[in-house]
């Protein structure tokens, strides 16, 4: 699919306040709703993207049945899949799919934020972390699984990291331009992250850092839990330098011929 559909009025709901106040969950939305180059919309409640799920607790199965949720795509690397589930999946029904591939580029990123001093070394360091996603085997594993999702499951998928901005911002951001979404509403949502409020910012730097979070600047790790529009374009322009397209790049991921992603985009269009 071509990405050449006009700018959608309006923006597609976002599910935060399907969890109760205070929930360590955060940035919890649907990335579908926009319209498309064919003219239709991607059907809403059937994409959606967050942070990190376990904090939830005990009873979250409730709140992923009640959104439809048939399959969650965990993009994290193996040492942020240690962290206490709490009881957060007891009882869900729906497939958890994740990677095999050892991968600790985000882990050994995050370390490296203790050590900044400047607003411009978090911007270098998050645009080379963007163009090493694409040829990490961990998130290419991980995006034949989405697509395989998208591609088979009736249900909503979920798609997460541990902030549900880099890693899954970049995966929702193919999906979204592979299934003809125009380029100013992927970037829109993409930067809603921005937006959703200062408790996503404390708690995911509490949860990453823990008592190593005294040692690091907090104005400089602050932006590291924040996007930019070039970090995007910096993950963007390096799949145009490895595939055709989005649509191509995901389509081998999941081992799926060409046009794969067009049929998926007819699944998926209300």
Request: charged letters at 20%; hydrophobic letters at 40%.
């Amino acid at each position: 699919m071509t990405s050449n559909s006009q700018p959608a009025t309006g923006t597609p709901p976002v599910l935060q306040g399907a969890f109760p106040a205070g929930s360590p969950v955060h940035n919890l939305r649907d990335f579908g709703g926009y319209a498309t180059a064919s003219g239709a919309r991607l059907k809403p409640g059937r994409l959606l993207r967050s942070g990190q799920l376990e904090a939830a607790g005990a009873g979250f199965e409730g709140i992923l049945s009640a959104l439809g949720v048939a399959t969650i795509i965990d993009l994290r690397a193996g040492s942020e899949c240690t962290l206490e589930r709490g009881g957060a999946f007891d009882g869900y029904a729906g497939a958890i799919r994740r990677a095999t591939a050892h991968d600790e580029t985000i882990p050994h990123a995050v370390a490296a934020f203790l050590k900044m001093t400047t607003i411009e070394e978090v911007v270098a360091h998050m645009t080379r972390i963007y163009r090493i996603l694409p040829d990490s085997p961990r998130f290419r594993e991980s995006m034949g699984h989405l697509v395989t999702a998208l591609d088979q499951d009736d249900g909503a998928t979920l798609i997460h990291c541990f902030a549900g901005k880099d890693r899954t911002g970049l995966a929702v951001a193919l999906v979204q331009i592979a299934l003809g979404v125009h380029r100013d509403d992927v970037f829109h949502d993409y930067l809603l992250t921005n937006a959703m409020g200062p408790e996503r910012i404390e708690s995911g730097l509490d949860a990453l850092l823990g008592k190593d979070r005294a040692r690091g600047s907090q104005w400089v790790l602050e932006e590291a839990m924040s996007v930019r529009p070039e970090y995007l374009e910096a993950g963007l322009a390096k799949i145009g330098e490895i595939s055709a397209s989005p649509a191509a790049y995901l389509e081998a991921m999941a081992g799926l011929p060409s046009g794969a992603m067009d049929r998926i985009g007819q699944r998926l269009q209300a």
